[in-house]
């Protein structure tokens, strides 16, 4: 990898492009810290120095802002209404035909449905600055800051409508940012920006496991955690590079006077098909009946078993709920993006079939039996990482907040990384190709 960037800057255009990439990630890692118009500053870093990163209903879209949604800040939002729109959109595909024809069309398809994607992410943008300003103005941001209802000192419609539209504009700002990396970057432009935010917030995080360590000054704590992070990335680059091969052969066929196809491929099905998706929706979906009781106020009994069980990561029941919500997404997502049917309509149309198995439904068939087989060890593999930061603060007696190796992050720094070098590859592969005659 690091061959890989030292070549890369060893190279006019692709140098150019790198730091074109960083100046974007300054000026991320800037909006990252201006305040939101109406707002007490010193009240917010006296909130956040009390509750010492405990936050962890907002703890998942804290993380994806880099720490911005607690400070408030007009890159509050972070990048998540654009994920969560692309996720929508990904979901409706399949459901309504119209987007499900866009996405045949090719590139022009692809360019309505990014159209579409913006649209909703402004929505997203307007509903979740709206949800965070009303959290910030009742005091509920930081439960256990005595201060937390004088973060809005003026609470006037116009005050709200404020910030709310310059969190809005700092995510469409966030978006613009994204594609200016993917257009004249080096490519990938949300994916890099994500990772960004994430990493951002290691140095503090360990710092803070090191100062609250009580092993030889902290630094026994401070050097498992890293020893644990450094196992885990191995696992997860091991499992997201493991993939099941089926080979595939196309039959020669005469066009005119011209003999094609008779070639040999394959289908990589990769264990981990669905990613980070289900670990994300198995976030959000347990995130959804904390906020209900926050905002509801309800001491009712439903309410109360709700605060015991489903808001402590700790806790044995979120526990097993979060890990057999993951994977059941890790199924569904794996179901409505992997089409086997259409795999092998595609493979008949074109004379291509898989040896020993008759192409049409069989195939289909075959496809989704495999598939159903290599999902199991990629969804265990997922529920397994997603619990490594809940285990790890039950040993070294932390905070969600203060734990930086989640599952969650360390999947999406991984995966961003693994397919950043790729491209620079292909990138320095295209610009220094010498061809069959040298």
Not at 5 to 14: G, H, I, S
Not at 149 to 155: A, E, K
Not at 186 to 196: E, K
């Amino acid at each position: 990898m690091l061959t890989a960037f030292a070549r890369a800057f060893r190279t006019p255009d692709l140098r150019k492009k790198l730091l074109f990439t960083l100046g974007i990630v300054v000026v991320y890692r800037l909006g990252a810290h201006v305040p939101v118009p109406g707002i007490d500053y010193t009240v917010v870093n006296e909130c956040i120095k009390d509750t010492k990163g405990n936050n962890s209903l907002f703890g998942l879209v804290n993380m994806f802002s880099g720490g911005a949604l607690l400070q408030l800040t007009i890159f509050a939002l972070g990048i998540m209404p654009y994920i969560t729109a692309s996720i929508i959109l990904q979901l409706l595909t399949v459901v309504i035909p119209r987007l499900e024809a866009l996405k045949k069309e090719g590139q022009a398809g692809t360019t309505k449905i990014t159209q579409y994607t913006r649209y909703l992410t402004v929505a997203l943008a307007v509903l979740q600055g709206t949800g965070l300003v009303a959290t910030a103005r009742s005091g509920s941001l930081f439960s256990n800051c005595q201060s937390a209802n004088q973060i809005v000192p003026n609470q006037s419609i116009f005050t709200t409508v404020t910030m709310v539209a310059c969190m809005t504009a700092g995510t469409v700002a966030i978006m613009w940012l994204g594609e200016l990396i993917t257009d004249r970057g080096i490519g990938n432009g949300m994916s890099i920006l994500m990772f960004v935010a994430i990493a951002a917030g290691f140095p503090g995080s360990l710092w803070a496991i090191k100062v609250s360590g009580k092993i030889a000054g902290g630094w026994v704590e401070f050097l498992a955690v890293i020893a644990v992070g450094l196992v885990m990335v191995g696992l997860v680059v091991f499992v997201e590079q493991a993939q099941r091969r089926i080979p595939v052969q196309y039959a020669k066929r005469m066009i005119g006077r011209r003999s094609y196809g008779g070639t040999s491929t394959y289908i990589p099905l990769k264990v981990n098909q669905a990613g980070v998706i289900p670990v994300i929706f198995a976030s959000s979906l347990l995130y959804i009946p904390a906020l209900i009781v926050q905002f509801s106020g309800s001491t009712a009994g439903w309410a109360q078993w709700i605060s015991q069980n489903l808001t402590k990561g700790d806790h044995p029941i979120y526990m097993a709920i979060y890990f057999f919500l993951i994977v059941f997404f890790a199924f569904f997502y794996v179901a409505i993006s992997f089409n086997p049917e259409e795999v092998a309509d595609n493979m008949k149309k074109y004379g291509g079939f898989i040896p020993g198995i008759r192409a049409g439904r069989p195939t289909a068939e075959y496809l989704s039996y495999v598939l159903n087989r290599i999902t199991w060890p990629g969804a265990l593999y997922l529920g397994l990482i997603a619990l490594v930061p809940t285990i790890a603060i039950a040993i070294f007696n932390g905070s969600n907040g203060n734990f930086p190796l989640g599952g969650t992050s360390i999947l999406i720094i991984v995966g961003v990384g693994l397919e950043t070098v790729k491209q620079i590859e292909s990138q320095l592969q295209q610009r220094n190709y010498e061809g069959f005659l040298r």
